[in-house]
């Protein structure tokens, strides 16, 4: 199976800031990784798909970027609703494999 | 608009089996297939497995290969998740996702797995 390792597994900022959440993918993956976000007693919800792409409806602030087994999200002028849970998850091989999550506080 | 609608919560006894419903609509159903995932409590999120809408193909979860099924029914455009023998470990929400890049989830079903 692909390991995906996220990094960190919590970070403190605030309003304003700009953050980066990194995962690391155990084999090549090509571009083939999404990024989530999840608020309490909710469902994920896509923010990034083939590892640069931006769902429709999310904002600008929020960016995704890599190729091969290095990934990141970025976003922009944390607002505070942006105070959540963020997962990565590899679509390139089954099983498909998330990352562990980054708690953003 | 894509829409994914999933049954309600479920409570069953060790040893039981569920089954859970996605219902879609807003695309072309037998385009896309459909992930499963599950997140018990306080915890990350699982990949289960995926169905193909075109022609049923699956891949599971090894952990679960011998307890899970998936399905699909063309004609009401709806996916279906049974997991047997259940533990008090599956207890968990669990979603479906347009598969492959989960771009549209469900909202979750919540199964509860307790004597």
């Known amino acids: 199976d692909i390991r995906v390792t996220q990094s960190p597994s919590s970070l403190s900022a605030s309003v304003g800031d700009r953050i980066t959440i990194t995962c690391r993918a155990s084999?090549?993956?090509?571009?083939?990784v999404a990024w989530f976000q999840q608020k309490p007693g909710t469902a994920p919800q896509a923010l990034i798909f083939?590892?640069?792409s931006l769902q429709s409806g999310v904002p600008s602030r929020f960016s995704g970027s890599g190729y091969g087994t290095e990934f990141s999200l970025t976003i922009n002028s944390l607002q505070p609703e942006d105070f959540a849970i963020y997962y990565c998850?590899?679509?390139?091989?089954?099983?498909?494999?998330f990352g562990q999550g980054t708690r953003l506080e | 608009q894509v829409q994914l609608v999933q049954s309600g919560p479920e409570v069953k006894r060790p040893g039981a089996s569920v089954t859970v419903s996605c219902k879609t609509s807003?695309?072309?159903?037998?385009?896309?297939?459909m992930s499963w995932v599950r997140q018990a409590p306080g915890q990350g999120l699982e990949w289960l497995g995926w169905?193909?809408?075109?022609?049923?193909?699956?891949d599971y979860a090894q952990s679960l290969r011998d307890r899970i099924t998936m399905t699909t029914d063309r004609s009401t455009s709806t996916v279906f998740l049974e997991l047997r023998s259940l533990r008090p470990d599956d207890t968990a929400t669990y979603y479906c996702?347009?598969?492959?890049?989960?771009?549209?989830w469900g909202q979750g079903t919540m199964v509860i797995v307790s004597s």
């Open positions: 807003g695309y072309t159903f037998s385009n896309y297939g």
């Open positions: 083939a590892a640069s």
């Open positions: 169905i193909s809408a075109y022609d049923g193909k699956t």
């Open positions: 996702a347009r598969a492959h890049d989960s771009r549209f």
């Open positions: 998850q590899q679509y390139d091989t089954y099983p498909y494999t």
């Open positions: 084999q090549g993956v090509t571009t083939y």
